[in-house]
């Protein structure tokens, strides 16, 4: 799927039916020397995060440091942040997050 403005404007976060909305998504990068291009789109930063990280193994990259797991107590594991990488022959990847604000919004009838 190709990177467009309208692309990332269309993702909803669904019916006010759909049992799981979310208030952010979390968008996967992906860009070459050619363009830029949406990999896959999750509900959760660190499913975002281990996809990113996958990808850099998956085109045989060596990341030098490995990204921060630890949330804002020992007992969480989330990455605080969403990761990116990016490669001197200008291969990138990266997490984007996106708040997603329902058009419609349903409200109780007057009585």
């Not at 107590?73 to 291969?91: A, K, M, S």
Request: glycine content about 4%; proline content about 7%.
């Amino acid at each position: 799927m190709s990177l467009t403005t309208q692309s990332i404007q269309n993702i909803s976060a669904g019916t006010s039916t759909n049992a799981r909305m979310y208030r952010t998504v979390y968008i996967l990068f992906q860009h070459d020397t050619n363009s830029t291009n949406i990999v896959e789109v999750f509900a959760d930063v660190q499913d975002a995060n281990n996809q990113c990280l996958q990808q850099a193994y998956s085109h045989g990259i060596t990341l030098a440091n490995k990204p921060s797991t630890s949330g804002p107590d020992n007992h969480v594991f989330c990455p605080v942040e969403p990761l990116r990488w990016d490669t001197p022959e200008g291969l990138s990847c990266w997490v984007e997050g996106f708040d997603v604000v329902p058009k419609k919004i349903a409200s109780p009838a007057p009585n």
